[in-house]
């Protein structure tokens, strides 16, 4: 069993930045594929940004390349999501999410992940 919890949601003004953390338990989360996904409400929630076990590929929905840049430090088992020039159709509920499949890149099929944080909050005003 994986716990996934999030932080770091708030509100923004446009043009801001803000960076949301994800701690994952599980003695393999160095071998897990984690990603961030949003979700407006009434909406499918997509992709933003995944990473591989080792750090060394990730990816990211074309609406925040440039603006967004994932990370990890498996030491502290932790993944960030540094959100830069964000914009007011950035706001969602973000969650983080963990793929315990080895992977040369992160899917970003919402279904490949296994387990889901509660999502934080990220609000930018315009």
Avoid at 26 to 48: D, L, N
Avoid at 93 to 113: L, M, N, Q
Wanted: proline residues 2%; hydrophobic residues 30%; charged residues 15%.
């Amino acid at each position: 069993q994986v716990h996934v919890v999030e932080s770091g949601g708030g509100l923004v003004q446009a043009g801001g930045s803000l960076r949301l953390s994800c701690a994952a338990s599980g003695r393999t989360f160095s071998s897990y594929t984690m990603a961030w996904f949003r979700q407006v409400s009434g909406k499918e929630r997509e992709f933003v940004a995944g990473i591989t076990w080792s750090g060394g590929t990730t990816n990211y929905a074309d609406s925040v390349k440039g603006r967004f840049t994932i990370s990890r430090d498996n030491a502290k088992n932790m993944v960030y999501l540094q959100m830069s020039s964000l914009k007011p159709e950035d706001t969602a509920v973000y969650y983080c999410a963990a793929d315990t499949t080895p992977r040369w890149i992160s899917s970003t099929g919402k279904h490949e992940y296994d387990y889901w944080g509660q999502g934080t909050q990220v609000t930018v005003s315009s």
